[in-house]
């Protein structure tokens, strides 16, 4: 796994993590225990203040002052404080259904609905890019087609070439002649029924290297690398030959496996002609 896939899959689970973490918070406001004050209604509420505004009323009596003290102790007795109600109170009990639903907790139960939607949706993301044959995209195997067919398709009348571009593998299919095929190619499991599978990106910088008739092979135009028409390395700062992909035919059908990417060493000696005609961009110096 590439350090890419590694970030983006770190980023992706900091992301379900936090997701996780917001959504328990919110589970637990919703479920948790509410305030007394969220529990019942507004007219309850009120009914209940009085308990806080009873009043104490009483009176002390006090001896009158500039009298003669004498030794005796007398005992004073306090009147009873009289408690006096302010308001009637009333206490109106209420089941959970008849409270129904806070506003706090509709806006708790709208978040978490909210974060286990995305936490789903992120989920199902992530596994399909860390397993992409699950979805049958670029990753998985592709079906280019009846080998019969692309044989006859990829082959012009004068025995050139002509390339049958596979948008969902991101592949040209070309014709090859398996017994003319370098030896680095061998046992790779890169060329099936005649068939050859080359990945569309050029493997200097990653630009899609389009097919030049004229000189009968792979041309870029960023660089101006050049490969021959099964992908060998001709010219230009390309590191390598084109990558290509391991193939396979099943019932005529020719097969290719594009989460298999094969790459090989610029060949010492290529198995096709090139260029057999005018290039399609200026000649560029072969480095190295
Ligand atoms: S990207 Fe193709 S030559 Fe640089």
Redesign the pocket.
């Given at each position: 796994m590439s350090s890419q896939t590694l970030i983006l899959v770190a980023v992706a689970g900091v992301a379900l993590l936090a997701a996780l973490g917001a959504f328990a918070i919110a589970w637990r406001r919703s479920t948790g225990e509410t305030s007394w004050r969220s529990a019942v209604s507004r007219e309850t509420q009120k009914a209940d203040r009085p308990a806080r505004e009873l009043v104490k009323v009483g009176t002390v009596e006090q001896a009158p002052p500039e009298q003669e003290v004498t030794e005796e102790v007398v005992e004073v007795e306090e009147a009873e404080p009289e408690l006096v109600l302010a308001h009637e109170q009333r206490v109106v009990e209420v089941s959970p259904e008849e409270a129904g639903v806070s506003r706090r907790q509709f806006f708790n139960r709208a978040l978490g609905a909210t974060f286990g939607s995305f936490v789903a949706v992120l989920g199902i993301e992530l596994l399909a890019f860390m397993w992409p044959k699950l979805k049958g995209g670029f990753g998985a195997s592709i079906d280019a087609g009846a080998v019969s067919d692309l044989l006859i398709a990829t082959r012009a009348t004068d025995g050139g070439t002509i390339p049958a571009f596979i948008p969902e593998a991101r592949a040209y299919v070309v014709p090859v002649n398996e017994s003319n095929l370098s030896h680095q190619f061998e046992g790779r499991g890169v060329a099936a029924g005649g068939l050859m599978a080359l990945y569309q990106r050029?493997?200097?910088?990653?630009?899609r290297?389009p097919w030049c008739a004229t000189s009968q092979g792979f041309e870029?135009?960023?660089?101006?690398?050049k490969y021959d028409s099964i992908g060998e390395y001709a010219n230009?700062?390309?590191p390598r030959n084109l990558d290509r992909f391991t193939v396979e035919v099943v019932d005529d059908r020719f097969i290719i496996n594009t989460g298999d990417i094969i790459q090989t060493p610029r060949a010492p000696s290529r198995s096709v002609e090139y260029p057999q005609g005018p290039s399609c961009i200026a000649v560029v110096v072969e480095e190295n």
């Open positions: 050029c493997v200097h910088l990653g630009c290297v870029c135009p960023c660089h101006g690398s230009g700062p390309a």
